[in-house]
Every structure is written in C-alpha cells, then in structure tokens.
C-alpha cells in the first residue's frame, strides 16, 4: 500500500463505516436494521425515528463536516505558511469567534434562534481581517511574520474581551454557557447547521483543491514559487479567504474544537506524503474520521451524560502525536 | 538574448545599482563577480522579474520584462535562490515536476510531454538514479543538482543561478559548473553570479564585475581579471598564473602582517 491514491480510497471507505458506527452508538443504541427501517420510511417505532432524525443523524453527520473542515483548512494553513505548526485558528479566528459569541451570550441576544453562531461567525471573520489589514500596512509587504504575529496579539485583545464579558456579567447562567461553547461541542446539531456547513465545504475545498499544486511550490520559499509563475500574494490572498470562511462556519456550528487541524494534516502527510493534491482531500477524511470517532465517545462515555469533545480530541490526539513524532524522530528524518 | 539598457536598481529609493547597460548572448554562460554586498543578487532579482528597476529597461528576447505575466516569464526564464529550502519532505521527482507548473493548466494532468521533459532534467542533471528518494536525505551537492533539474523542467531559455557553488565541496562545485557548461552548449544562456574567481576564470564566456554600485569591468575573462582590477575591487593582494593549455588561475597573495587586527589596543582575549 505504497500508492497515495489507494490510501484515498481506504480513507473514503471508512468514512461511510465510521459514520454507520457512530450512528448506532448513543444514549440509546439503534440496531442496524432499526436505522435501514426509518432510512427507508418502514419505521413502526415513532421514538427511534425521532431519535435518528432529530437528533442522532444532524449530528453524526455535522460532526464530520466539523472535521472535515479543520482538517482540510489545517492542512491549507500548514502547507501556506510552511510551518507544521500552523492549525486553522493560526489568526486568531478562534479568540474571534469566541468573543462575538461571549458578546451575544452577555447582551441576552442568544435568547434569539442563530444569534450565537452568528455572532461567532462575524467575530472570527472579523478579527481575521482585522490581522490581514494590520500585517498589510504596517510591514510594507504582507509576509508571513507580520501575520502570525498580528494573528497573536488580536488573539490576546479578543481573550481580554471575552475574559471582561465573563467577569462583568457576572451571572453564572452566561459563564457556564460561554465556557460550555469554548470547550466545543456538538450538542446543538441542526439539518440547517448540516446543509450550511456541506455547502460552504463544497464551495471552499474546490476552491482549495484547484490551488492544491500551488501549495506544493510555496513548499520551496515564496521566491521560488514566484519564479515558477505563481502570485504568492494572489495565492495567499485567496486561501486565506476560503480557509476563513470555512473555518469560522466551522467554529460557529460547533464552538472551537482544537488539535484535529493541527494533528490531522501531520498524521496523513507520514501516511499519504506532502503532496497537497493527496493531502488536501486525505486531511478532510481523517478529520470527519477522527472527529466522528470523538463525539461517538463523547456521548457515550459518560452517557447519558456528555464529555465536552475537545477534551477527548486532546487526550487522544496529543498521545498519538507524540508516538507518531518519536517513531519519525528514530528513523531519523525530518517532518 | 538578455539586454539591460541604463537600468537603475534599488529598494525603496535607495539605488544600489546604477547605469547598468548590459548584453548576454543565447548559449552564453556569464560569471558575475564582485564582493559580498556589490549587488549581485540585486541584479539577478531584476532580470529575474521580482524586482522592478527604478529608471531604465530589460528586455527578454526583445520583449520588455514587464510585459510578461509571472507564467509567461516562468517558461522563459528560470531562476534558483541562492538558499533553497524545502519545507516538507518531497520526493526528488515530486520537486522536478514542479517545473512544469507554468506549462499546466490547473486542471490538466500531466502529459507525456510533461513526463519526457522531467526525466530528460532529471538525466541531465545525473539526478535519475535517485529521483524517487526524499529531498532531505540528499546531500548538499546532490540537492543543488536536484534545483537545476527543477529549473530546467521549465524548459527555460535562460538560466539565472546565485552562487550555486556555496556551501560545495570542491568535487561538488566542479561538477556543478561542468553541468552549466554543458547545458549552454545545448543553448541555454546562463547568468550565474560566482564569488569563486577561478571559477569564473575557468568556466564564464564573459564576466561583469559589479563594484560600489557599477558594472566597472566586462567581457571576457582572462582580459578582465587582472591582478589591478581585483586589488581594487576585492581589496586582496593576488597573482594570476598561467597553466598551459588549462587557462588561468588566480593566487592570493598573503598579506605581510595581519596588521588591522594586531593594532586594536586589545592584548588578550578574556
């Protein structure tokens, strides 16, 4: 199994199983043939039905678009800014997000339906191109440096923000839910937060595909990228755009889920290699696997209790991450 | 083939190269010498596209420099920095093929034209043998060899190169400057920029000197660096000898006295 493009296929295949899976597994466990019996209209028992609709099926499937996105928008932002340690909250779209969220939970806004993601949405795009602006006028030339940086210090200013709200609202009721939807979750799964994430996927990853080879000659410094006929900053410009729009969706739906746009696009660059056309779609893959997998567990664990999925995206990617890094380390070559 | 007409260089304002008037002819291999800081990467950027002149013009093949989109110029001309990083782990073949990019529409896949072109740079450059092997487990010699071949899967006309030699051992940067010669006797012009004189001696058609902000020497050679101009230039004491039918080579002279180190008032180190 040396052909990137069979791992592909491999990869394309568990995500049916995976979701099938998770689908079954939950506070109430569906059998196989209870799931063919609604998918198919033939359902007598009216509660699995709601179960499966309502509930379960939004959100198996809004929990691997979640990962979908970051895995795919992680690798975009590591292959851009040519760091292994870039994730897609590198600008400070997360701070962003959460802060617009802090903002509608303190005003009592989110007693209105949409008004949270929405205003996650606008507070990540927001303090994305607020960095974009700062890196583009005050350093002459837009380079990565200014980014990143600028990316850190918006990220403290919107912590201070979202930090004030908590402490000056002072009702327990607003902490609670604004800490609850930091930790990330997917909890709220709606069709309507299904549809909008598959279609802003659709729309960014084509965008994000076409612009894949692209990425593989930024591998080699923006000079030489340049000299192979490429518009770095043209390049940059419209990445940074898709990556945005995809992720801050993302974040909204689901609250900030981290490490699987970080561990993801480094487990599978050792699996597929770092070819951005193979990486790109395998990165979306893993992530909607590996995210499936964690709110499978999240909801199951503690069930009917729920464990906030980014401890569990933690505590299992940090320890694989750390294994895949030291087996790569004893073969004695680089990332 | 490359023509610069009173080309004035710099960044922001501040020239750092001026009144360059300069020709290249197809085929030809030219060695642009001068000490660290004369402005040779300058000059290389420009022709190269990424750095617009301040007064002036260049012309590729008549046509002025910036008249050429980035891709028109990339199947042109190809240039490699001095440093070249590649910040994940690609295969050799995987870079060479990057070559093409210029010559692909974006959705097109590769042709066979596009795969006769890579193999044909990969054997050029003896890189074939271990094209499948990851760029980091290469050295620094076979790396080197690896950038050319990726140059010249653009199938360029020109060939820009920044002190390709650095860092080589001396094995290393022979066979390196072989590789230009014999690639501008398939017609490929070369713009190389050597800070090693006897390379320069040995291997370039013609040579530019570059020296506070000028070009103050061209043409070929062994008319051109002679011990008087490279006192003046490079501040170094040498000796140029001849070696029959071999060519020239240059000796440095070792100064009497490391006299400017020896006067600083400062008698021990620590």
């Known amino acids: ?7 592909l296929g ?49 959100r198996v499937l809004l929990a691997a678009l979640v990962g979908g996105a970051l895995g795919l928008c992680g690798a975009v932002m590591q292959g851009l800014f040519r760091n292994p340690l870039a994730d897609p909250y590198l600008l400070g779209i997360a701070s962003g997000a959460t802060a617009g969220a802090a903002v509608v939970i303190a005003l009592h806004l989110d007693i209105y339906w949409g008004a949270v993601p929405l205003g996650a949405f606008v507070g990540g795009v927001l303090a994305v191109a607020i960095v974009y602006r700062i890196a583009q006028t005050r350093w002459a030339q837009l380079d990565n440096y200014a980014l990143i940086l600028s990316g850190v210090a918006l990220a ?7 930090s004030f709200l908590l402490f000056y609202s002072g009702a327990s009721h607003d902490a609670r839910r604004l800490i609850f939807w930091i930790l990330g979750g997917l909890g709220g799964a709606q069709w309507v937060y299904v549809f909008g994430l598959l279609s802003v996927l659709i729309i960014a990853g084509m965008v994000l595909m076409l612009f894949a080879r692209d990425l593989n000659a930024l591998a080699l410094g923006e000079e030489m990228a340049a000299h192979l006929g490429i518009e770095p900053r043209h390049l940059r410009r419209i990445l940074l755009i898709a990556v945005t729009a ?22 599978l660059r050792l699996i597929v290699g770092p070819d951005h056309r193979m990486l790109l779609p395998a990165s979306a893959l893993g992530g909607a696997i590996l995210l499936t997998l964690c709110d499978t567990l999240a909801r199951t664990v503690l069930a009917p209790a729920e464990l906030p999925i980014g401890i569990i995206t933690a505590l299992l990617g940090a320890p694989f991450f750390l294994f895949l890094l030291r087996r790569r380390a004893q073969l004695g070559a680089l990332l | 083939m490359i023509r610069l007409e009173s080309v004035q260089l710099g960044y922001s304002g501040r020239l750092v190269l001026r009144d360059l ?3 290249i002819a197809p085929g030809e291999v030219l ?138 051992d001396l094995n290393y940067q022979l066979e390196i400057m072989e590789l230009i010669r014999s690639l501008a006797q398939r017609d490929l012009t070369v713009l190389v920029s050597l800070h090693d004189l006897n390379l320069a001696l040995r291997y370039a058609d013609k040579v530019a000197v570059l020296h506070e902000g000028r070009i103050v020497a061209l043409g070929r050679p062994q008319e051109v660096l002679t011990e008087d101009l ?29 006299a400017e180190y020896a006067a600083q008032g400062v008698d021990r180190w620590s």
């Open chain 2, 230 to 258: 490279i006192e003046k230039v490079f501040k170094a004491r040498v000796k140029i000898f001849r070696d029959g039918e071999r060519g020239f080579y240059v000796g440095v002279v070792p100064k009497p006295k490391p």
């Open chain 1, 156 to 162: 403290a200013l919107f912590s201070a923000i979202t």
């Open chain 1, 246 to 267: 995809l992720t801050a969706v993302a974040v909204a739906v689901s609250g900030t889920i981290g490490f699987v746009g970080l561990i993801v696009p480094h487990i």
């Open chain 2, 31 to 168: 060695g642009l010498v001068g000490p660290n800081g004369s402005g040779k990467t300058t000059l290389l950027r420009a022709i190269s596209g990424r750095l617009a002149p301040e007064a002036g013009a260049i012309y590729l093949d008549c046509r002025r420099l910036n008249e050429l989109s980035p891709r028109e110029l990339a199947r042109e001309l190809a240039a490699l920095e001095q440093e070249i990083s590649c910040s994940f782990d690609f295969t050799v073949r995987e870079i060479v093929e990057l070559g093409r990019l210029p010559h692909r529409e974006r959705w097109q896949r590769l042709s066979q034209k596009d795969s006769d072109v890579i193999t044909r740079a990969l054997k050029l450059t003896k890189t074939l043998e271990f094209s499948e092997r990851k760029i980091h487990s290469l050295s620094s010699g076979e790396r080197q060899r690896v950038w050319i071949a990726l140059a010249l899967a653009q199938e360029p006309k020109v060939l820009l190169l920044d002190e390709p030699t650095a860092h080589l």
């Open chain 1, 1 to 7: 199994m040396h052909h990137p493009k069979s791992w």
């Open chain 1, 10 to 58: 491999v990869l394309g295949a568990l995500v049916p199983i995976v979701l099938g899976l998770s689908v079954m597994f939950g506070a109430v466990s569906l059998s196989l043939s209870e799931i063919v019996a609604v998918l198919s209209g033939r359902a007598t028992d009216q509660t699995a039905v709601t179960i499966l609709i309502q509930i379960r099926l939004p």
């Open chain 2, 21 to 23: 008037d300069l020709e």
